[in-house]
């Protein structure tokens, strides 16, 4: 099976903006949109990437990112579940593939708990620090149509928006 890349939709496809459906198939066709999903966030010099991103709407996302100590994290949750959030907040800068160019000053929690399951069905567990903590929470709300812009200003979030320029790895602009 060879992976291959997908277009990555753009802020403003219905696909982002809604919540995916729970994954109840754990067949090959999972495997190989892990795989692509992989393929796409390398392509893309992403740290994750959530499946509504290629125009599916599963409960799936993929991350390679490191925490707060410096070191990399690689792998794949499905249905996954904030399962706890440390009220401490860090400060940093998001960004997304789907949102592509700009980033913005966003804080998040510092550490972050998901717990889900891999693409056996096999229960997960996970915990995460620094920008890990806020790739989780990233890529989960991603799965509940929740894009890191819907948490700026109305008025950060549309000079955001005028500032989004696609990559040769995106879908043509949905508007
Ligand atoms: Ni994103």
Redesign the pocket.
């Known amino acids: 099976m060879k992976a291959r890349t997908r277009p990555v939709v753009i802020a403003g496809d219905p696909v982002l903006h809604r919540p995916a459906a729970p994954v109840t198939d754990f067949g090959p066709e999972l495997a190989e949109l892990i795989e692509d999903m992989f393929a796409t966030m390398y392509l893309a010099e992403g740290v994750?990437l959530?499946a509504p991103?290629v125009g599916v709407s599963q409960r799936v996302f993929v991350y390679d990112c490191h925490d707060e100590s410096g070191e990399f994290y690689k792998g794949h949750v499905v249905n996954p579940v904030i399962s706890h959030a440390s009220a401490e907040l860090e400060d940093g800068d998001e960004g997304?593939?789907?949102v592509p160019g700009p980033y913005a000053p966003l804080p998040r929690p510092r550490e972050v708990t998901i717990t889900g399951v891999d693409q056996h069905g096999e229960p997960l567990r996970l915990t995460g620090t620094g920008f890990l903590a806020r790739c989780f929470i990233?890529e989960t709300e991603?799965l509940d149509g929740i894009?890191?812009i819907d948490h700026l200003s109305r008025r950060r979030r549309s000079r955001v928006l005028q500032d989004v320029e696609p990559f040769s790895w995106n879908a043509p602009l949905p508007f």
């Open positions: 994750g959530a991103q997304c593939l789907s990233h991603h894009l890191y």
